[in-house]
């Protein structure tokens, strides 16, 4: 039996594997490499507030074909939501067919490195690391389907998604299910965590240069919670 100890040091050490991998055996001029930062009035994620705050997310991607891995993190602009701050490393491999259906395989090492908090791999350590697996339709069905499990609880998150345009701006709905209980979710069995719909648009600064923004309004009937999420991001 592996211990969960063991599954959060391995998730780390896969997700660095990665990036060597990457580094040293794809050609540079295969390589991809993209920066950016979102804004957002809350961090909300999969139904769940955390910070209770305004927060900044930045983010560094690389690529190379159907391989990419990278950095995210979350940074509330409160003190009171510092607790809340993340830093996370993730890896994913997708492959697309001829039909445009893709599948994708990830890993992705949560790091809470709120103040005080543990940054090893022990008990009561600040990382949890989740397995993913997801699904996109082509343009005729695009339909989105997305499972993960965090290895510390083996709890199942899944989520599906349903993208459409309506008078040139994204619209997209989606709704998520939490298998059990869970402490990471707040959740005392099954349920139904994340139920929203985002609308998204560029909105054009320039002749050349354009902010993307977008406002989501999500919903937990588990935690009998709803937001109103505003966000932009900047890239160059």
Same mark, same amino acid.
């Given at each position: 039996?592996?211990?969960?100890?063991?599954?959060?040091?391995?998730?780390?050490?896969?997700?660095?594997?990665?990036?060597?991998?990457?580094?040293?055996?794809?050609?540079?001029?295969?390589?991809?490499?993209?920066?950016?930062?979102?804004?957002?009035?809350? #961090?909300?994620?999969? +139904? /769940?507030? %955390?910070?209770? =705050?305004?927060?900044?997310?930045?983010?560094?991607?690389?690529?190379? @074909? !159907?391989?990419?891995?990278g950095?995210?993190?979350?940074?509330?602009?409160?003190?009171?939501?510092?607790?809340?701050?993340?830093?996370?490393?993730?890896?994913?491999?997708?492959?697309?067919?001829?039909?445009?259906?893709?599948?994708?395989?990830?890993?992705?090492?949560?790091?809470?490195?709120?103040?005080?908090?543990?940054?090893?791999?022990?008990?009561g350590?600040?990382?949890?690391?989740?397995?993913?697996?997801?699904?996109?339709?082509?343009?005729?069905?695009?339909?989105?389907?997305?499972?993960?499990?965090?290895?510390?609880?083996?709890?199942? #998150?899944?989520?599906? +998604? /349903?993208? %459409?345009?309506? =008078?040139?701006?994204?619209?997209?709905?989606?709704?998520?299910?939490? @298998? !059990?209980?869970?402490?990471?979710?707040?959740?005392?069995?099954?349920?139904?965590?994340?139920?929203?719909?985002?609308?998204?648009?560029?909105?054009?600064?320039?002749?050349?240069?354009?902010?993307p923004?977008?406002?989501?309004?999500?919903?937990?009937?588990?935690?009998?919670?709803?937001?109103?999420v505003f966000?932009?991001s900047?890239?160059?």
């Amino acid at each position: 039996m592996i211990r969960v100890d063991s599954f959060r040091l391995q998730g780390l050490r896969l997700v660095v594997a990665v990036a060597a991998l990457f580094a040293f055996a794809v050609p540079a001029q295969g390589q991809s490499v993209s920066i950016g930062a979102d804004v957002v009035s809350r #961090y909300v994620w999969r +139904g /769940v507030d %955390f910070g209770e =705050s305004m927060a900044v997310q930045p983010a560094i991607t690389f690529g190379a @074909g !159907g391989l990419e891995f990278g950095a995210w993190g979350s940074y509330s602009i409160s003190a009171s939501g510092a607790s809340a701050n993340e830093n996370d490393l993730w890896a994913t491999y997708t492959v697309t067919a001829e039909s445009g259906l893709s599948v994708a395989v990830g890993i992705t090492d949560y790091y809470f490195p709120s103040p005080g908090a543990d940054a090893g791999f022990g008990a009561g350590a600040a990382h949890t690391v989740e397995l993913s697996l997801g699904f996109s339709g082509p343009e005729t069905f695009p339909i989105s389907l997305f499972g993960g499990m965090l290895t510390e609880s083996s709890v199942l #998150y899944a989520e599906v +998604g /349903v993208p %459409f345009e309506i =008078s040139g701006v994204g619209v997209g709905l989606h709704m998520g299910f939490v @298998g !059990g209980e869970s402490d990471f979710y707040g959740t005392d069995e099954a349920a139904v965590v994340n139920l929203g719909v985002t609308a998204s648009k560029d909105l054009a600064i320039t002749e050349t240069f354009a902010v993307p923004v977008s406002v989501a309004y999500i919903l937990n009937p588990d935690q009998d919670r709803a937001h109103l999420v505003f966000g932009f991001s900047v890239a160059p």
